[in-house]
Nanobody, 130 residues
Framework: EVQLQASGGGLVQAGGSLRLSCAFS????????IGWFRQAPGKGREGVAC?????????YYADSLKGRFTISGDIAKRTADLQMNILNPEDTAVYYC??????????????????????WGQGTQVTVSS
């Protein structure tokens, strides 16, 4: 069965960096794409970055996060990471990795929409202090 587990969250000071990891399993070779979302208290989930796949990796980022966040993956190790730099208190949220599986239509165009994703990890909390 498809499973995703996000880890690496914690407390970091403003201006610092943190690297999150998503361990995934259960995907066939039919196609998958993994992205990251985040949710602050009282707010909806916001698309952070996409996509790590079993094919070529096309990357997408929320406009406000471009240059600070980087998504990467290791298919052999079955992981998808999110490197977060120059963090600020507004980045405080629970971060989730999610997967589009199987990939039926081209992904990326609407990567930022929750409805595009079929599976979700349980999330890891990131708290940035000022």
């Amino acid at each position: 069965e498809v499973q995703l587990q996000a880890s690496g969250g914690g407390l970091v000071q403003a201006g610092g960096s943190l690297r999150l990891s998503c361990a995934f399993s259960g995907f066939s070779f039919n196609g998958y794409a993994i992205g990251w979302f985040r949710q602050a208290p009282g707010k909806g989930r916001e698309g952070v970055a996409c996509c790590i796949s079993d094919g070529h990796d096309d990357t997408y980022y929320a406009d406000s996060l471009k240059g600070r966040f980087t998504i990467s993956g290791d298919i052999a190790k079955r992981t998808a990471d999110l490197q977060m730099n120059i963090l600020n208190p507004e980045d405080t949220a629970v971060y989730y990795c999610a997967a589009i599986y199987p990939v039926i239509t081209p992904y990326g165009v609407n990567w930022w929409q929750e409805s595009e994703y079929d599976y979700w990890g349980q999330g890891t909390q990131v708290t940035v202090s000022s």
